[in-house]
């Protein structure tokens, strides 16, 4: 059973970078695609962007200049990188593999990230 | 990009009750369309993809139809369990969107 989990600060200042890493265990990261997807509190979900095991990468439009999202297939492991953060930014932040057919089948359990001084 | 416009944003509907949310695409998305369920506090689940593949494990009161640009998932008789949040997503291409969220409470 494939598992993921998020990892990373909870509290990121202002103009500051978020950075957060995703461990997947229970199978490689080997051969697929691999997505961040963050939800403001009481809001909807965003999609941040995706990357390939190769390092191939996605971004939502919207966030792309403040994006960067790279893979370590050494430690399983992909992450994320948030740059110049405002509070807007603050959101539960997920990440989730992509299947062979396109949708997201396994989640982590979320990780909260509150930008704040 | 695509966008995807979810209706109703809410919904009040009793146990028993057949349910249908709809999505649309702002553009043709062949059946690129994936539905899930999201309880407060948890990560979304996946419950339908392609349009109307049903993921593995979750009941078959759950169908998906459509294709283009017009989606619906509906829920055939509601279980307590089924009240939730439902969001689309389209996977068309190299860039994903999600629908702004459908909530679903009981009446």
Known sequence: QVQLQESGPGLVKPSETLSLTCTVSGGSISNYYWSWIRQPPGKGLEWIGNIYYTGSTNYNPSLKSRVTISVDTSKNQFSLKVTSVTAADTAVYYCARRSNAYANDYWGQGTLVTVSS | ?107
């Open chain 2, 1 to 107: 990009d695509i966008q995807m416009t979810q209706s109703p944003s809410s919904l009040s509907a009793s146990v028993g009750d057949r349910v249908t949310i709809s999505c649309r695409a702002s553009q043709s998305i062949s059946t690129y369309v994936n539905w899930y369920q999201q309880k407060p506090g948890k990560a979304p689940k996946l419950l339908i993809y392609v349009a109307s593949t049903l993921q593995s494990g979750v009941p078959s009161r759950f169908s998906g139809s459509g294709s283009g640009t017009d989606f619906t998932l509906t829920i055939s008789s509601l279980q307590p369990e089924d009240f939730a949040t439902y969001y689309c997503q389209q996977s068309y291409g190299s860039l994903y969107t999600f629908g702004q969220g459908t909530k679903l409470e009981i009446k």
